[in-house]
């Protein structure tokens, strides 16, 4: 089942990121102060999704929930389902004009996107178990 979900999410991501990269070069990006507000969210969002992935590299998933807590997983969930898209407002919004290489950045969050699919798997298979059963934060452990 969680292989046809990465599937669904790999194909709509091979739409979904040229669309949005096009919207974000052409029509966000004359909206100077939203494109600028857009641009530090995704700054933002986008160290906050590194320092995640180095700590959970570093400690491992299970430890990280069990410092962080039960406010690990939502926060988790955000970081990894906002790379992508953070990804492309911070590189087409930024000062360095690569906004009419909107194609080559749609290429490279698609593959971010995918990377974080694989990654938030990773973790929650880390903490639930596959299929939710045998992990350390599975319902039939609690």
């Not at 966000?28 to 999704?49: D, E, G, N, T």
Request: proline fraction near 4%.
């Amino acid at each position: 089942m969680e292989s046809i979900a990465i599937i669904l999410y790999s194909l709509g991501g091979l739409v979904a990121a040229p669309v949005f990269c096009y919207v974000v070069a052409r029509i966000v990006r004359k909206a100077q102060h939203i494109a600028k507000a857009l641009w530090y969210v995704a700054i933002s969002i986008l160290w906050l999704a590194a320092g995640e992935l180095l700590v959970v590299t570093v400690f491992g998933s299970v430890r990280v929930r069990g410092s962080v807590g039960p406010a690990f997983v939502p926060v988790h969930v955000i970081l990894a389902f906002f790379a992508a898209p953070a990804l492309a407002c911070a590189m087409l919004l930024g000062r360095r004009h690569v906004a009419n290489w909107w194609p080559a950045v749609a290429a490279m969050c698609w593959i971010v996107g995918v990377a974080a699919i694989f990654y938030h798997y990773g973790v929650m298979e880390a903490l639930y178990g596959v299929d939710g059963e045998g992990g350390p934060y599975a319902a039939s452990n609690g």
